[in-house]
């Protein structure tokens, strides 16, 4: 794993200014480059890599020696980019590569091959995009973005020098050299913000908050770390990571006894939240999660039923069964004022499901129910208030519920097709007869 810092260079003829980024500067220096190099790559070894994409007007005006021309037709003294980065002395190896100008289709999918072959496996990649022309600042983007996928490369930093705080060029020379003060903006947290915004919509599509969870580690760590943990912001957020990826673990080990508590902690996450102004820009996205949580009413079983539908929605096809078989018992057994969390009684309540359904006479029970024929007949008779068809449909679902579990193993196994849309009718009918209650 290396590091490697990637520039394109302009074809203007650039001032000298002072560039800074927080406490540190650099003076007098025509090319932001220069400034960022000093300032992000001086610690690098032999192994990392400066790498400068220019095109050929950019070769001959700024990577070589006075490459621009003076209205008297001769060669105006200018250092070249080369020999400034040479300069500094750095030990990291510094490569030009030249790339087309980007005039046409061709010509930008060259250069998205030309700069995803100059990256490597896990590089650490810092990008300064100031003197990019035209589409390549947002061409880069898409390069490194698709290098996170393609290479698992992680980006350390994109930025900005913006000389236009300065004024036009013209009004940018009548100030004094001393007095020409460029900020670098950090524009890093626009590249987060992205990769917030595909780890929501992966959770919202699939249910799956792993890669939430992983972009708050890896962004949320070095402030952190710099806080001693006390970065209030990346705390609250770590939290909403954390609390999602309980949630959305929960649910595919189907825990339905951990889910009260889970989706409690999460709702309490994400309205923090939104009592810090820094997460303006990624308050929309927390908004869509906060949404998808108003499902939820803080009712056990209502709110199970809920995850049983959570899990249909998001193609969790095997835990929806279990999670809605797995409520429906709980709510046998809420109902008669007995503990839900008792084995022995789970399975007393589902088997007196059956034989209340198919009127078996008790001389043919069997297991549990036989055993314990008082705390049967209780659940039979708290069941004859009910409506029969939430027994009927309790035993479908044991049945499909069965079909999943042994992977179709028995003779005469269902296809795939018919889970799916069962599932769906199972939780509106036992969430309609349910409500009614």
Known sequence: MAR???????TNDYLPCTYYYDMKEMLNVRFVQEASLSIWCRNWTSEDRVLIFTTSEAETKNWYDDGHIGRDGEPLRRKGLKKCIEELNLNARTEQIKIPSGQSESEIWEIFDVVLKQIRQEDEVIFDITHALRSIPMLAIVVLNYAKVTHKVKLQGIYYGAFEVLGSISEALKIPIENRRVPIFNLTPFDRLMEWAVAVDRFLV?????LVSKIALDTLKPDLKESKGKDEVANSLKS????????????STCRGSKLENAISRLKQDLNDCKNHPQLQALNPLLNLVKEEMSVFKNDFVSDGIKAAKWCFEHNLIQQGYTILQEFLISHFIICINKDYMDKNLREIASQAAKIHLMQYPSHTWHGAAQKNPELTNEFIAFFKTQDKLLFKLFDKLSQLRNDLNHAGFRHNPLSAEPFETELEKLILNVEKLISKE
């Not at 490697?4 to 302009?10: D, I, K, P, T």
């Not at 699939?206 to 792993?210: E, I, L, M, V």
């Open 240 to 251: 909403v990571a954390n609390s999602l990826n309980v949630f959305s673990r929960n649910l």
């Open 4 to 10: 490697v810092f990637l520039s394109f260079l302009g």
């Open 206 to 210: 699939s249910g799956d908050a792993r």
